[in-house]
């Protein structure tokens, strides 16, 4: 082909290749009884690239600057012994196109819901892993709507919400952490500093963890002109601390 010998091209499309990619992800799930999908985005540095089409700048590795790239979103699903692709996309804020990567999340998502729903039709319980950049009530409105769970890790503590699910008046998230009541203390082995340590390693570490139960507010189409009527889901504030350690809890 390179030498031009023949004018046959593979018809490779990406969106047809991450629908395959997809559907063959949660076929290998299927019949599960519970499946943890982990959703997450992350950069494609492209630093000497100056004619790729709508490059954006997105952090260097190490943290100290920007380099010319692309942002992806990408979901794994996860079941004992298997694994499988069930979301991938690649989009930039150069795009003429774009609107906003709270809707881009909004929108992964939703493809999610719609690939898994034969699974929870089934009666497999999916439960979505989120980072804080996945910390959006109006997000975790489509994941409940869709019946699935979250654990998502908290970015706004300023966030108001219920401390009982009959309480009257709403309270800063970040104001409950004095209530929090120690479940357990895991041992574990991860890169980390601690105190006294000039720079990070992988070592055993022991992390506590504490709980206090929780209600947040919430309404569906938070986002458009008509929002639906407030909803309270009963959910749990749970704090991980790496004992010794110069990490925040």
Not at 20 to 40: F, I, N, Y
Not at 153 to 165: G, I
Not at 184 to 202: I, M, N, S, Y
């Amino acid at each position: 082909m390179l030498a031009g010998e023949t004018t046959k091209r593979a018809a490779l499309d990406p969106d047809d290749l991450v629908a395959r990619l997809q559907a063959h992800g949660v076929e290998r799930l299927r019949g599960e009884a519970s499946v943890w999908v982990v959703l997450d985005g992350s950069d494609v540095r492209k630093p000497h690239a100056r004619a790729m089409e709508h490059l954006q700048r997105v952090r260097k590795a190490d943290g100290t600057g920007t380099v010319p790239g692309y942002a992806t979103l990408n979901a794994l699903g996860i079941a004992p012994g298997k694994r499988g692709l069930l979301f991938h996309k690649l989009f930039s804020s150069a795009h003429p196109g774009f609107d906003s990567e709270s809707r881009e999340r909004r929108a992964a998502v939703r493809a999610l819901g719609a690939a898994l729903a034969p699974l929870t039709a089934e009666g497999t319980e999916v439960t979505q892993i989120l980072d804080s950049g996945f910390d959006d009530v109006a997000l975790w409105a489509d994941i409940w709507g869709q019946g699935h769970h979250l654990v998502c890790r908290v970015q706004h503590r300023n966030r108001h919400v219920f401390p009982s699910p009959d309480a009257a008046e709403a309270v800063p998230l970040a104001d409950l952490a004095a209530d929090l009541v120690p479940l357990a203390r895991v041992e574990a082995e991860l890169e980390v500093r601690l105190v006294g340590q000039r720079r990070a390693k992988r070592q055993p570490v022991v992390a506590a963890v504490a709980a206090v139960p929780v209600t947040v507010p919430y309404r569906d189409d938070a986002r458009s002109l008509t929002p639906g009527p407030e909803q309270r889901r009963p959910c749990w504030l749970v704090e991980v601390k790496i004992e010794g350690a110069v990490l925040e809890p």
